[in-house]
């Protein structure tokens, strides 16, 4: 029988499709067609096919060989597809055996030599492959990606001949190697840096607890990205799930994992220049932006009214969902976006508004113009906002006080905050859905009746209500996360809505 089936996978966002590669001889005149959507990278495996089978010392058929990459309605791209193609060549003409096929997917790019090349998306591949109770063979260039996915038969080769040499049982292929735990030290700012901004340090280690957007305002050279730097040294690590989740993505992009550091949160800060394509995602073939290289880490934008506001507006979909759909006339894609935004601004476009020892050169009508650049709808979104005002000279200069802690010292009571909400809850306060709310931020009738008072005199909205009584409960787990939210707790969390 002239017809042989190999299996490989597509990229298509992060869920990496399977594909099917059907290849059959049959007579007429010698040529090697592929059919199912190929896009032109693709079409040229042809080429690549050919030459690397001679290469390593195969016969390439002199029949007409057609390759069906199925399912046909799925648009592939990339050099992923040639060794499942050459194998499945290989295969139809009887050069290799067909047993191991069957349960075993293959991913690379083959160079005229027959070495394998390394490929983007191995990361979300593997992910189903192992789902499926499949193996893998993966180029040897994305061993380190290989290394990181537990619980799966994955093997590494550098040619094509060391796979057809595994298919006869004549070699064995290695296993990408032992996988680093991720845990490795990473020079991250010190939060023992900062002199002063209480206020400010109170915020950042209430929104490092519950996963909380936080939005900084205050005149220039006041510490917000020096404070905003510092987030990531306080947050706790990721899980593993978490882990292979963001770096899944990274594997999209082609970007390198590191494979000491992959444990560790990602911190994006893109310039206030940057697109709504390039903050999203998209393009004609789906990629991720930047909400989506930062997800279970945090987006930090700095100047955020100098921001266009067409690209701020839409974080706004992405914030509540966690995820963004893109689509276009041919593909859809779907990127994760579990992000926690981290944004800094001054008071007005002069920067000194309310600066004590600056005069602001700002009219009420530049300022009203400038804070508009951020809309109402985005900021409703934003859970804390906190004023980091001009700290003392003389206090910049004092010897280190108790207030000053180091990162570590902070990221423990993180850490025991958050373990509170995630053994309440199973995920941290931020993300905690209306049901759960009901449950776990039960107020006693005198403190409802207060804080629906509050609510009504500062004129805020359901969904400022619902985050109001999330950030409640971080404060609440920061004191020990026992019992009911009393009156203190909502007052802290109502201070920080004074958009």
């Known amino acids: 029988m002239s017809l042989a089936v190999t299996l490989s996978r597509a990229q298509e966002g992060v869920t990496a499709p399977q594909v099917m590669v059907e290849v059959h001889l049959s007579g007429g005149l010698p040529g090697t067609h592929i059919v199912g959507l190929p896009e032109a990278a693709v079409r040229e495996a042809r080429d690549r096919v050919r030459v690397a089978i001679q290469n390593t ?28 193609i050459a194998l499945g060549i290989l295969a139809a003409g009887g050069q290799v055996p067909r047993e191991k096929l069957d349960d075993c997917e293959f991913l690379g790019e083959l160079a005229l030599s027959g070495a394998i090349r390394g490929v983007c998306g191995v990361l979300p591949a593997l992910l189903r492959a192992r789902a499926r109770g499949r193996r893998m063979v993966v180029p040897r260039a994305n061993a380190a990606e290989a290394a990181l996915v537990p619980d799966i038969d994955v093997m590494v080769a550098d040619s094509l ?81 978490e882990a292979l989740e963001t770096c899944a993505v990274l594997s ?16 994006r800060a893109p310039h206030h220049t940057a697109s709504a394509v390039a903050l999203v995602g998209g393009g004609s ?45 041919a593909r859809q894609s779907c990127f994760p976006a579990q992000f926690q935004l981290l944004a800094a601004m001054n008071p007005c476009p002069c920067g000194y508004a309310g600066d004590p020892r600056q005069r602001c050169q700002c009219t009420p009508d530049q300022i009203q113009r400038y804070r508009g650049r951020v809309s109402g709808p985005l900021l409703d979104r934003i859970d804390l906002a906190v004023e980091v005002p001009r700290v003392p000279l003389a206090e910049l ?3 280190r006080s108790g207030h000053d802690e180091d990162s570590a010292t902070v990221r423990q009571r993180v850490i025991r905050a958050r373990d509170h909400a995630l053994q309440r809850a199973g995920r941290p306060n931020a993300e905690i859905s ?66």
């Open 397 to 399: 200069g004092a010897p």
């Open 161 to 241: 001949a060391e796979v057809c040499g595994w298919l006869h049982n004549a070699s064995t292929l290695p296993p990408p190697g032992r996988s680093h735990d991720g845990s490795g030290a990473v020079a991250c700012p010190d939060m023992s840096d900062v002199r002063g901004q209480l206020q400010a340090r109170r915020a950042l280690e209430i929104a490092a607890v519950g996963g909380h957007h936080l939005l900084m305002v205050g005149p220039p050279g006041t510490g917000k990205t020096m404070l905003a730097e510092r987030l990531p040294g306080i947050l706790p690590p990721l899980t593993e799930a």
């Open 57 to 84: 010392a195969f016969t390439y058929p002199d029949r007409k060989v057609t390759v069906n990459l199925a399912p046909a309605e799925l648009p592939k791209d990339g050099g992923r597809f040639d060794l499942a």
């Open 285 to 329: 073939y789906p990629r991720p932006g930047e909400i989506s290289l930062a997800h279970n880490g945090v987006l930090f934008l700095d100047e955020l009214p100098e921001f266009s506001r067409h690209v701020l507006d839409v974080l706004r979909e992405p914030l509540e969902s966690g995820q963004i759909m893109i689509s276009r006339a």
């Open 434 to 499: 209306t049901r759960e709310l009901e449950r776990d931020c039960a107020l006693g009738p005198a403190e409802r009746r207060w804080f629906e008072t509050a609510l009504e005199r500062l004129g805020l909205s359901a969904r400022a209500y619902h985050r109001t009584l999330r950030v409640a409960r971080s404060i609440a787990d920061l004191d020990g996360g026992a019992g009911l939210l009393d009156r203190a707790h909502l007052a802290e969390a109502l201070q920080y809505r004074r958009f």
């Open 252 to 267: 999209v992009t082609g970007q390198p994992v590191d494979p000491a550091l992959w444990r560790h949160r990602p911190f």
